[in-house]
């Protein structure tokens, strides 16, 4: 089962999934998004419009899945996400409310409703999406920090819970893959006060993202057979996962200089 299937990531991964022969539950709250990806797929799919900040619809949708499926259920990726782009002091309280309805309380919704499916069998896996922005501080980027970091922190406390048992909890940690994360980002004002729209700060965000989808999904399901607790996403996850832990306090002072000395060469403000 994947949430956020109609672009990106999880549409990446609903189609390897299915081109390695497993049937596949998609579920988005873009209808025409999700048919897209349902069409591309050969094999058995389950296509759900869902809203993963409705927790009663996701127990619905966790029930039909189960009946539907002809074997167990073997991993749920609670994947649906979006971005917000603000200083804390311009915040637009409803923007970041409905950030963390979608990212923190959308995968938790996920994880009620499709964990007793695992525990019952006593197999299968948790795929939690967090971000490298759940192990770093970003500026404008606090909503989804605090959403990402709570991702984090829910699911590693969810995998102590399950020691023992056959179901795991996996987190997973993207830097930067070229999907429409941005283009969908609710942003007021460009928070540097340089006047950009919010396509020119995507078409930016893009030129500097090193992992496609498909390559995204292929990271990740690799790293859910070879049973990784936490899946890094990408040569610049590796690199601010180095960094928070080397710089704890002072990472972004390098990220900062990284930023402008790539933002430079192509002549942009970062
Ligand atoms: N793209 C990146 O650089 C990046 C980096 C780190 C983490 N992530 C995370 O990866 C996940 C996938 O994002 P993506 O980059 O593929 O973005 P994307 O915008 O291409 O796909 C996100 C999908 O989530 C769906 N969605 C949004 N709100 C929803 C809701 N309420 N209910 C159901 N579905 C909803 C969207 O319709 C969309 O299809 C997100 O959790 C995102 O935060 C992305």
Redesign the pocket.
Known sequence: MI??????????LARRLSALGSPVAI????ED??AKTAASLSGRVLSRV????DAADQVRFAAEVRAWLPAPLAAVFN?????VTSSVLDAVPEDDDWLH???FK?VVNGTRAFLPILVEQDDGVIVN??????LAGMPYQSA?CAA?FAVRGFTEALRQELRGTGVRAVT?????????????ARMRKDPLGLGRTREQMAAQ?EAI?L?S?DK?AMIIHRGVEAGKARIL?GPDAYLFDALTRVAPTHYYSVIARLRSTLGARRGEAV
Not at 3 to 12: D, P, Q, V, W, Y
Not at 27 to 30: G, M, P, Q, V
Not at 50 to 53: A, E, I, N, Q
């Open positions: 949430t956020g299937a109609a672009s990106g990531i999880g549409r990446g579920a988005d709250i873009d998004g999700l869902l809203d993963v900040r994947n649906a996400g979006v971005a309805d979608i990212n959308g999406t967090s971000s490298v922005f759940g989804y990402k997973v940690h993207p830097g930067g893959v070229t999907t429409n994360i941005a283009r969908n965000f993202t992992t989808p995204a996403v």
